[in-house]
């Protein structure tokens, strides 16, 4: 189907509409990555084959990421005028006694974590009715300060089909702003809309594309940026794995408001289920005419090409990106100029990030002022978190900006792990910092996270508790800048590795207090000195660390003591005689040999043999294997 008009999309959008409510059984597994690692494709497996084997009339959907990883696999069941069902934790047992159940005519309770209202009132009775006792969705903790915009279709459609995309509304932005809007209009409304970058930097939108329109030059480009090389995160890896035409549908709308007519899409090479569905997204924009020539015959042409990226942290820089396109060495030069003058091969060029572009489409098809509504003042709209780390609930979060750092934690995260008390929070990354718990009042914004000593970032949010050393958390973060400093300029690449030889020695227990005021300088040395802003953020893992819990420096550097008791340097195992049975399991598992003891007694551990790899404590059945620190 070719579609040169907006009749052409309504008839995609029913041919979706039909595949999204199907008359009859219709299950989605979430299949986005975090999915498939938990064993999503088994249960995907044992559905088909036991609905087969029992001759169950069902469209099976391999869908995106549904949000709540933790507790994944994750399974939406809809049932035509029943009702729809979201089950957790599956596994193909599970999953075939749930297509036995439903083969009899049965909506089962067991493993049913939430009832989900359908936008279609016709298709349920009343949504509290489809099983008594079974929360709605949107009273979860985990769902219901959640406000879904770039992940909007995500875990809804089935990512591989184009018209499930536009069923939900996509593409119709496209035919506005290409038929109806002027591009300084696209323009306006997103510089209305109050749209901000999403890769980190918060850098309006709206006045980008104005600084690439009104550069001169031709041909220009639209780039996005799918690197995403934070540790922990994988926000973008989820959008574009889950909701490719959402992207795609963004970069035509900035290419048209910025007169560009061709793009790139550049995602890390690591992320293989991203690079072949936003491919498969492109082909089929491609084969429908909404991407190539005279775009539904508005006259406009733009096509997409997708470049992998090697996976250098670094290369998410646009600098350093747009000569990683290049075939150059992904490495950044001195800004300005900025790339909206000179990017991609000299020319002007609009870099945004995935889900800034997945926003985009959102805001042309509901409008500026729709979105200009969400969020608080110069923080608008929604921003994408992967909430990681010591936290009850782990998943990808999308809230209104401005929601408080509590209200996210505790509220949907439900706190600490284990009911331990969270003690800090990383946002940003290794170019973000730690925020200590006395501060989680603080609302979610790119100036207030900037003023605490952290960044807003791309969307990591790393949750610490108790038994978290922040000094070894700051350790870890400028290791990772140290190995991926493209070594460039002497500030980072020597900067790094100072700082990291400092932190190396305090885990050690060599550090002295002149330590702490060396790190000091040198962190603000390398933030003020670096080329980029992987050298100029690097450093704030340690200034914050050192700024929040330099109490944990102090101990670990005079008395010697980790309070955490991570320091393998810093602590002694000792085994708690009243507890230990004498099992014997920590001495047979002891790798050298420094646990002894008689059978059926107490045993005890020899504090110079004992490496405190902390294996004793791991097969311990009584946890009797207690950390002195
Ligand atoms: C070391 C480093 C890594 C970066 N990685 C990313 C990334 O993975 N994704 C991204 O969108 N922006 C990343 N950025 C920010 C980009 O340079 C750029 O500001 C961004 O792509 C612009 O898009 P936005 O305006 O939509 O945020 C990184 C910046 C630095 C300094």
Avoid at 492 to 508: K, Q
């Amino acid at each position: 189907m070719n579609v040169r008009t907006r009749s052409d999309l309504d008839r995609l959008r029913a041919e979706g509409l039909s595949a999204l409510h199907p008359p009859r059984l219709r299950i989605s597994v979430g299949m986005a990555t975090c999915g498939l690692a938990t064993g999503a494709a088994d249960v995907y497996d044992a559905l088909r084959d036991e609905a087969a084997a029992r001759g169950l009339d069902l469209t099976l959907v391999a869908t995106g990421c549904i949000g709540y990883c933790q507790q994944e696999p994750l399974v939406d069941v809809r049932v035509p005028d029943r009702g729809r069902v979201l089950y957790a934790r599956m596994d193909p047992e599970r999953a075939r006694a749930l297509i036995a159940a439903l083969a009899a005519g049965e909506l089962p309770a067991e493993r049913a974590l939430a009832v989900i209202s359908e936008d279609q009132a016709s298709q349920v009775s009343a949504p509290s009715e489809v099983l008594p006792g079974v929360p709605l969705l949107s009273e979860l903790p985990f769902y219901a300060r959640q406000h879904k915009i770039i992940l909007r279709n995500s875990g809804l459609i089935d990512p591989t089909r184009v018209e499930e995309y536009v069923a939900r509304g996509g593409y119709r932005a496209l035919a506005h702003t290409l038929l109806d809007l002027s591009p300084q209009a696209v323009i306006d409304e997103v510089t209305r809309a109050g749209l901000r970058g999403r890769g980190g930097g918060g850098f309006p939108t709206g006045c980008k594309w104005q600084v690439c329109r009104d550069a001169p030059g031709d041909p220009r480009y639209v780039i996005c940026n799918g690197d995403e090389g934070d540790p922990g995160a994988y926000m973008d890896r989820t959008v574009l794995e889950s909701d490719p035409h959402s992207v795609v549908e963004g970069m035509i709308i900035g290419a048209y408001a910025v007169g560009a007519h061709e793009g790139v899409i550049y995602v890390r090479d690591e992320y293989p289920l991203a690079v072949e569905r936003v491919s498969q997204a492109v082909a089929q924009a491609q084969e429908l005419g909404l991407l190539g020539q005279d775009i539904l015959g508005s006259g406009f042409d733009f096509t997409v090409d997708v470049v992998r990226g090697a996976g250098a942290f670094v290369c998410g820089e646009e600098t350093a990106l747009i000569a990683s396109i290049e075939g150059g060495l992904g490495e950044p030069r001195p800004k300005p100029p900025y790339p909206a003058v000179r990017g991609l091969w000299g020319q002007p060029t609009v870099i945004n990030n995935v889900k800034t572009w997945s926003s985009v489409s959102a805001i042309l098809a509901r409008g500026a002022d729709w979105y200009a509504g969400i969020g608080v003042e110069r923080n608008r709209g929604t921003v994408v978190f992967s909430l990681v780390g010591k936290i009850a609930n782990t998943g990808l979060v999308e809230v209104p900006l401005g929601l408080t750092l509590r209200e996210m934690i505790e509220g949907i995260g439900g706190g600490g792990l284990d009911g331990k008390a969270v003690k800090a929070v990383q946002t940003g990354g290794p170019s973000g910092g730690c925020l200590p718990a006395r501060l989680f009042h603080l609302p979610i914004d790119y100036e207030t996270l900037t003023e605490a000593g952290s960044i807003m970032g791309s969307g990591g949010m790393v949750v610490m508790d108790e038994d978290t050393c922040m000094v070894d958390v700051a350790r870890y973060f400028i290791r990772f800048t140290m190995d991926e400093s493209c070594g460039k300029c002497t500030p980072c690449r020597e900067g790094t590795r100072y700082m990291y030889d400092i932190l190396t020695r305090i885990v050690e227990g060599q550090g002295t207090p002149e330590d702490l005021e060396n790190l000091e300088q040198v962190a603000a040395w390398v933030k003020a000195a670096s080329l980029c802003g992987l050298g100029q953020t690097a450093p704030n893992p340690v200034l914050s660390t050192l700024r929040y819990f330099r109490d944990e420096y102090e101990a670990h550097v005079t008395e010697k003591r980790c309070p955490a008791g991570v320091c393998r340097a810093l602590i002694r195992l000792a085994i708690q005689p009243g507890l230990c049975t004498g099992c014997g399991l920590c001495l047979r598992e002891c790798p050298v040999g420094a646990i002894s003891g008689e059978p059926k007694e107490p045993h005890t551990i020899d504090p110079h043999l004992c490496t405190r790899c902390r294996l004793c404590q791991d097969v311990c059945p009584v946890g009797a294997v207690e950390i002195v620190r």
